[in-house]
């Protein structure tokens, strides 16, 4: 599914993402690791305009100045 590749990872790191895959169903700990990322920006993009709303790029004519 993902096309990343966890480099430089903590071992902690990698235990708490397969516990994760195992509890979740994730078939790879690439996965596992794509839906902790996934959160973190949600709850990012929360914290910053207050709501929980989906970011779009924009696609426009002209670049914002």
Known sequence: MPDIEL???????IEALKRLMECEGFETIEDAAEFV??????????RVTGKARVLYAVEGKKPCA
């Open 7 to 13: 480099t430089l990872i903590s071992p902690a790191l």
């Open 37 to 46: 990322f996934s959160a973190a920006v949600r709850e990012g993009a929360k």
